[in-house]
């Protein structure tokens, strides 16, 4: 075994012993719940715009990018167009590593705000990016999506919208489909879960109402019935835990699906 490898099996193990430290856990919930109060997700910039993550979910999705190595992003949710500079630059990156030289990010937002649009639009990374304005949830952006992901051979989706139970129990039946074969479906903020009721939130989700409870029905379903994906198999998706005990302080426990 070379040393990388060996390096490698070593670091497998230790992620999935720090996975298991409850004491670890315990403390890593109440970092996150006690960030949240300063809104701390909000405060982080990918090459000048505002990205709404975690750096540790950067991190590990810059990982998860490197080894799928998609030619196609879909990615619900752009608000201020951070995390899709941060996927697109990465695409770029792996192209510039002899990786697929057209790979392209294709945004989803019900709102995209002229300001916002101007800014992604300028940007240097802007080559490989692609936007829609509509619900994520819509038969026609539905349909304006399945049409632009023609002939893409990896495509890799990231749900980061409506963070309701319904929204995104919508979203995975109409975009996890599209997920090709060892790439992942991300379900961002499932963390919601894990966190307290919060009684003044505005918000509507919630706990039991929320990305994760609609990640296991989702799944539940899959178990039931068989769903096919866009390239006619049946679809298989699986929880990847090692990544979760990898960041530990992640916004998608249990939200790394990937396609088997
Ligand atoms: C959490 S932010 C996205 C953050 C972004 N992914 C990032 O990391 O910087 C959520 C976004 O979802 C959008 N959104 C809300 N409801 C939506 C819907 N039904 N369809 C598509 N986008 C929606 C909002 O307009 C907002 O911009």
Redesign the pocket.
């Known amino acids: 075994m070379n040393d990388h490898k060996e390096f490698k099996k070593e670091c497998e193990k230790e992620i999935e012993e720090q996975g298991a430290d409850q004491e670890l856990n315990a403390l890593t919930n109440q970092w996150i719940n006690k960030a949240a109060e300063h809104k701390y997700s909000y405060h982080f910039e990918w090459l000048g ?5 975690h750096p540790q979910d950067i991190i590990g999705v810059q990982q998860l990018l490197w080894n799928v190595q998609p030619d196609l992003i879909i ?10 500079i ?1 996927h697109a630059s990465i695409l770029e990156l792996i192209a510039n590593c002899g990786g697929n030289k057209d790979a392209l990010v294709l945004g ?5 705000r002229e300001h916002n649009r101007k800014e992604i639009e300028s940007h240097p990374m802007s080559k490989r990016i692609k936007m829609i304005q ?5 038969s026609e ?1 539905h349909q304006q999506v399945v049409a632009l992901s023609k002939g893409f051979k990896k495509i890799l989706v ?1 749900l ?4 309701t139970h319904n ?1 995104v129990l919508e979203e995975l039946k109409l975009y996890a489909p599209l997920v090709s074969k060892g790439s992942y479906c991300v379900v ?2 499932t963390i919601v879960d894990n966190m307290p009721e919060d009684p003044d939130s505005q918000r509507p989700w919630g706990k039991s109402n929320n990305p994760k409870t609609a990640v296991f029905e989702f799944l539940k379903s899959l178990d039931k019935q068989n769903i096919l994906a866009a390239d006619g198999e049946v679809l298989a998706l699986e929880i990847d835990k090692a990544i979760e005990n990898q960041l530990l302080i992640t916004v998608a426990p249990d939200g790394f699906l990937i396609r088997v």
């Open positions: 715009r505002p990205i709404i993550q990615e619900t949710g752009i608000a201020r167009g951070g995390s899709m941060f989803v937002d019900i709102d995209i509509g619900s994520s949830i819509s952006t990231c980061d919208s409506n963070h929204h961002f903020d």
